[in-house]
């Protein structure tokens, strides 16, 4: 099957449910949206969830992340089975083989009843100032374990997620890892949640208790937090985990939650504790025992002896189960051989000690002290000979034995570890630093390669910006060509019209024909001849006066007699009349020839440009290719070093890895033996010569 779809492209598919849905009632479905009107996904470890809206009713549609090959074999007969039991914790759905369209494909999806709750860690948080409310909840977990094992049902990832409060009463969601009946001999898909499950759990484990470590966890953070609300706030609970953390699990022993936990003064807690502890070093999950709610009683509340308070909740509870349970060990009733001894034992040593604490008795009571010695001595001798022959002083003393050989077993065990934990240390040491060294070397090859490129780069925008610049120059060049010919042929054109204008047949204001001829005298005969007029200042104080030239066309001047500047300025309002008149008419653009003409020059020029360019960005192409080139081998050799020792260091670390892994398991075994083996030596420990004779004494 192809790559499952991403949750991008389940949001884009489930905007048009008419379209991607096979099913009636999603296809008439409204999807829940974000704040920027996407579907709303709740993220899983193996799906997506998109809550869809019909009306009244609401589904919770899983869209899976990951597709296993026989996810649609299991989902059947986990529905089949449910729908037999009809268990009020569980909640209906249907597996659509064929469910939601993406990228043109059908994918399976999971049409769920959407459940209105909260989750257990938010519950909880709420309720820690109500420890009521939490020791009846307790109550009630006991029957949710109690009604699955009766089913024959695991969840296989009970976790505060995945257990919700709905009207006061539990729903499991999230099927994934389900077992059922019928699953007898394949493996797990999912191994749950890591702060809720053994550490010892695998694959393989998959059966009827695979709830068992689970629910211990959840009942011993329900029966705490009910005894000790303060406690989720002392260590620090997130949103997580309900109380306990994956290393606290691994490793109880440094574990801030169990030394919280052996704080709280209560015996059931105490007790509780004790169990969980033991349990964690069990070597294999199904050797777990389930949590047994038949020998669990209700829980009372216990008022506190302090006046002015409120009652404490106290789960009132044993906890001596039979896979626990510790072994009265009695020693046999005296014969009357022993008491007999046992009295004249006694008699006599307290004789010696009254005779030789009183120094002013006679001689002859001083040799009775000395055979009271004696006869004390004699006869304890033979109630020791007598107490060792006894069945159980040789069972302790096997006892004791075991637990010794299982200390040194153990010692030896972390001896191991810690030299294994020291070599793998050391190889990850000297993997670090080779693996630096060989990483230096590439930076430093990759940082020259990089400034051999740039200064390739560097000269070429050097030199196509100094081509750029000059095809720039060109550019303005060809402009101001061509609107310098323009100004020409129209200068032409505007010159040849007012030389039409002749003065001798206009009429201008100050100008008759006496005027006219003057004008005439000095070359000013028509429109064209007059180009501007200039006023000049004459004289010095009061003889100052203005003379008016006339400039002509050429850029001289001629001063006319009896044309003065208002004269002047008139003759020129007239040709400035006449040329405004005329701008309209003058050429808009070159001739097409003479355009062309100027254009191919100046492109002729671009071309030359155009193959700089090209010249420049090949050679700096091929500089480029040279230095890569170049790098390549040594590059390429620095990577097979790398690869060559990541695969050297790796196999040498995978090596003592799996001897951790080999030693790790020995010492959980182990550990878990020698708890075993602390709780059948615990009855021994009163069994003591002194606590023998004294009963033989008293008998």
């Known amino acids: 099957m192809s790559p499952m779809p991403t949750l991008t492209e389940y949001q884009d598919a489930i905007q048009n449910p008419h379209s991607c849905f096979s099913d009636y009632d999603l296809q008439a479905a409204v999807p829940e949206t974000n704040k920027i009107g996407l579907p709303r996904p709740y993220s899983g470890n193996f799906a997506v969830v998109f809550p869809m809206s ?104 009970l976790q ?11 729903r499991l969601v999230d099927y994934d890892g389900m077992y059922v009946p019928g699953f007898d001999g394949m493996s797990s898909n999912e191994l749950g949640h890591r702060n809720y499950q053994h550490p010892s759990r695998n694959s393989h484990d998959f ?52 030394r919280s936990l052996k704080k709280i003064r209560d015996s059931n807690v105490q007790s509780l504790v004790n169990v969980f502890h033991t349990l964690i070093y069990c070597p294999n999950v199904s050797q777990i025992p389930p949590l047994d709610a038949s020998q669990i009683p209700p829980a009372t509340v216990q008022p506190m002896k302090t006046g002015g308070q409120e009652p404490v909740v106290r789960p009132n509870v044993s906890w001596v189960f039979d896979h626990l349970e510790v072994p009265k060990v009695e020693l046999p009733t005296p014969s009357i051989l022993e008491r007999a001894f046992a009295k004249a034992f006694v008699i006599s040593l307290i004789i010696f000690v009254y005779v030789s ?50 200390k040194s077993h153990i010692r030896n065990i972390e001896n191991t570890l810690n030299y294994l934990a020291n070599d793998k240390s050391k190889l990850e040491q000297e993997k670090g630093k080779k693996i630096g060294e060989i990483t230096l070397k590439q930076r430093d090859t990759a940082q020259m390669e990089r400034n051999d490129i740039a200064k390739v ?59 006219t001829k003057r004008l005439w005298a000095n070359g000013i005969k028509t429109a064209a001849d007059i180009s501007n007029v200039q006023v000049v200042q004459h004289g010095y104080g009061r003889s100052v006066h ?76 091929e500089a480029g290719d040279a230095i890569v080139a170049k790098y390549r081998k040594e590059k390429a050799a620095l990577e097979k070093q790398l690869a060559d020792a990541r695969e050297l260091f790796g196999k040498d670390l995978k090596e003592v890895d799996d001897k951790l892994a080999v030693e790790k398991k020995k010492q959980s075994e182990k550990n878990w033996a020698f708890r075993r083996l602390e709780l059948r030596f615990k009855p021994y420990h009163q069994i003591t010569f002194s606590g023998y004779v004294k009963r033989a004494f008293f008998s």
């Open 54 to 157: 019909r009306g009244s009713n609401k589904w919770a549609v899983r869209c899976f992340s990951t597709y296993y090959y026989d996810q649609e074999l299991r989902y059947e007969k986990i529905s089949q089975y449910l729908r037999q039991k009809q268990l009020s914790c569980m909640v209906g759905f249907d597996f659509l083989k064929q469910g939601i369209k993406v990228r043109g494909k059908w994918y399976p999806i999971l049409k769920m009843e959407w459940v209105h709750g909260e989750s257990l860690n938010k519950f909880i948080e709420k309720n820690l100032n109500n420890p009521q409310e939490i020791q009846t909840l307790t109550q009630k977990f006991l029957q949710l374990i109690a009604e699955l094992r009766q089913c024959n049902i695991a969840h296989g990832d």
């Open 160 to 170: 505060h997620g995945n257990i919700l409060i709905v009207n006061g009463c539990f």
């Open 207 to 258: 059966g009827p208790y695979l709830d068992n470590f689970s629910a211990w966890c959840i009942y011993v953070a329900l029966v705490a937090l009910s005894a000790d609300p303060g406690l989720r706030r002392l260590v620090n609970v997130g949103d997580d985990h309900l109380l306990f953390r994956r290393q606290d699990i691994e490793d109880p022993d440094s574990s801030l939650v169990m």
């Open 357 to 406: 604490i009183n120094k002013t008795l006679m001689m002859p009571l001083e040799v009775a002290a000395i055979v009271a010695f004696g006869v004390s001595s004699i006869l304890a001798l033979v109630l020791n000979l007598r107490f060792k022959s006894l069945h159980q002083i040789s069972k302790k003393a096997k006892l004791s034995s075991e637990l010794n050989d299982l």
């Open 457 to 515: 780069e560097i000269d070429l925008r050097n030199t196509l910006s100094s081509i750029s610049s000059k095809r720039q120059g060109l550019l303005q060049a060809e402009t101001n060509e061509l609107a310098k010919a323009l100004e020409s042929i129209q200068a032409q054109y505007l010159h040849g019209k007012l030389s039409q204008h002749d003065l001798t047949t206009q009429s201008i204001m100050g100008i008759g024909p006496e005027m």
């Open 546 to 621: 203005d003379i008016a030239y006339i400039v002509v066309h050429g850029g001289g001047r001629i001063h006319v007699e009896g044309i003065g500047p208002k004269k002047a300025h008139a003759l020129l309002s007239w040709k400035q009349g006449i040329e405004r008149n005329l701008k309209g008419y003058m050429p808009k653009s070159l001739p097409q020839g003479q355009e062309n003409a100027i254009r191919s020059k100046y492109l002729a020029q671009r071309r030359s440009l155009d193959v700089q360019e090209s010249d420049a960005k090949r050679r700096a192409g």
